[in-house]
T-cell receptor, first 112, second 118 residues
Framework: QKEVEQNSGPLSVPEGAIASLNCTYSDRVSQSFFWYRQYSGKSPELIMSIYSNGDKEDGRFTAQLNKASQYVSLLIRDSQPSDSATYLCAVNKDQGAQKLVFGQGTRLTINP | GAGVSQSPSNKVTEKGKDVELRCDPISGHTALYWYRQSLGQGLEFLIYFQGNSAPDKSGLPSDRFSAERTGGSVSTLTIQRTQQEDSAVYLC????????????????FGPGTRLTVL
């Protein structure tokens, strides 16, 4: 079992709809959770972080964390073609050092 | 301000040769990380430096891989006797170290070095 698992996709969503990206993790003591966006040929950029159970909203993005189910998700509302990218889920297992464990990423395509 | 920079952006080498990859972190960031990303895969942690502490080398895949960080700033990742399976994009990231909590802040990534071993 991989430590952080994501559906590799591709996930196709029509423009204006809600894109839902999911991630599960195996280490129950994981403390911090991140979503990075990576455009093709570019480096990852942080879009959301979440540390406690529940929802965290930032503009069109909402991160959801359920530690009991070891599940974290990212919702993108009003999807735009510019949201087309690979979304990487990352989990911090260690106290102190932010040594992130990444999933393989989900490729998202927003269709105009 | 200036972000994380890496050089070279692309490196093609022959199997068995040694390569050096350079990372220049954001000024003031004391934490520095190296990751490897193979085609279509997520990021694989390689090594972590924080200030003058001993680096966390737990992600280095073999003893052919080594890294150093001079003067708490620039870092060099060295791969000796390269193999074809070493072909990947090598990403460097840096972050602030939050002394109060003993943790690090958001990691900012450089543009990466694409290594191709023929």
């Amino acid at each position: 079992q991989k430590e952080v698992e994501q559906n590799s996709g591709p996930l196709s969503v029509p423009e204006g709809a809600i894109a839902s990206l999911n991630c599960t993790y195996s280490d129950r003591v994981s403390q911090s959770f991140f979503w990075y966006r990576q455009y093709s040929g570019k480096s990852p950029e942080l879009i959301m972080s979440i540390y406690s159970n529940g929802d965290k909203e930032d503009g069109r993005f909402t991160a959801q964390l359920n530690k009991a189910s070891q599940y974290v998700s990212l919702l993108i509302r009003d999807s735009q073609p510019s949201d087309s990218a690979t979304y990487l889920c990352a989990v911090n297992k260690d106290q102190g050092a932010q040594k992130l464990v990444f999933g393989q990423g989900t490729r998202l395509t927003i269709n105009p | 301000g200036a972000g994380v920079s890496q050089s070279p952006s692309n490196k093609v080498t022959e199997k068995g040769k040694d390569v050096e990859l350079r990372c220049d972190p954001i000024s003031g960031h004391t934490a520095l990380y190296w990751y490897r990303q193979s085609l279509g895969q997520g990021l694989e942690f390689l090594i972590y430096f924080q200030g003058n502490s001993a680096p966390d080398k737990s992600g280095l895949p073999s003893d052919r891989f080594s890294a150093e960080r001079t003067g708490g700033s620039v870092s060099t990742l060295t791969i000796q006797r390269t193999q074809q399976e070493d072909s990947a994009v090598y990403l460097c990231a840096s972050s602030l170290f939050l002394a109060g909590s003993g943790s690090t802040d958001t990691q900012y990534f450089g543009p990466g070095t694409r290594l191709t071993v023929l």
